[in-house]
């Protein structure tokens, strides 16, 4: 069975510093990795995807994820934090065979941004 | 307008009753999921759906019912609500040719 885990529950850093969230997975095979932010109050929102070819992989709003299989992990960066970052970040993991739709979220880590 | 809806967005009921939640999506999408969200544990899938008329289990089904006789529709029954299933829940849809799944707003609901 697939499994995320996602070290960090709680992480706060300053306003334009650089951000790591960390994600690492249990799956078999090559793994679908996505990482979803949820503002407060609201739905998740796709940051990036990572499926196969470039382990470093652009998502939206200045993210980027790095996929290292022989690590299992699939961390998010951001080179300088915004206010607006701040916000609950998942990473999930899918199976790479099509048709097979279950994503396994991780618990979760909240981004706290300090002026 | 466009897109994923969840209705209602907030919602109180007592223990034993029943409660539905409704998900509606615009884009026609094949899949739908629905999910709960409790600290700790993230996200967890209760039922998803590849069609109409196509639904299957996930993780934590117990206690939900759902159905899905309209392409865009799919909503999860409470047949008689506890206290546990005090959460929120998100909907979700997916395109069959792409793997992004689109949520909804969610739909905070309490059991007292």
């Known amino acids: 069975a697939q499994s995320v885990t996602q070290p960090d529950i709680h992480i706060t850093v300053s306003e334009g510093a650089s951000l790591e969230l960390r994600c690492n997975y249990s799956?078999?095979?090559?793994?679908?990795l996505f990482w979803y932010v949820q503002s407060p109050g609201q739905g998740l929102q796709l940051l990036l995807k990572?499926?196969?070819?470039?382990?470093l992989v652009q998502g939206i709003k200045g993210f980027e994820a790095e996929f290292k299989r022989s690590q299992s992990s699939f961390n998010l960066r951001k080179p300088s934090v915004h206010w607006s970052d701040a916000a609950e970040y998942f990473c999930?993991?899918?199976?790479?065979?099509?048709?097979?739709?279950?994503?396994?979220f991780g618990t979760g880590t909240r981004l706290t941004i300090i002026p | 307008d466009a897109g994923i809806t969840q209705s209602p967005r907030y919602k109180i009921t007592e223990t034993g009753r029943q409660v539905t939640l409704m998900c509606h999506q615009t884009?026609?999408?094949?899949?739908m999921f629905w999910y709960r969200q409790d600290l700790g544990h993230g996200l967890r899938l209760i039922y998803y759906?590849?069609?109409?008329?196509?639904?299957d289990k996930g993780e934590v089904p117990d206690g939900y019912v759902v159905s899905r006789s309209k392409t865009e529709n799919f909503p999860l029954t409470l047949e008689s609500a506890t206290r546990s299933q005090t959460s929120v829940y998100f909907c979700?849809?997916?395109?069959?040719?792409?793997?992004?799944?689109?949520f909804g707003p969610g739909t905070r609901l309490t059991v007292l």
């Open positions: 979700a849809s997916r395109n069959r040719e792409r793997d992004e799944q689109f």
């Open positions: 799956y078999g095979a090559t793994p679908y």
């Open positions: 990572y499926f196969s070819g470039d382990t």
């Open positions: 999930a993991v899918g199976a790479s065979n099509f048709g097979n739709e279950k994503l396994t």
């Open positions: 884009w026609s999408h094949s899949y």
């Open positions: 759906s590849a069609a109409a008329d196509i639904t």
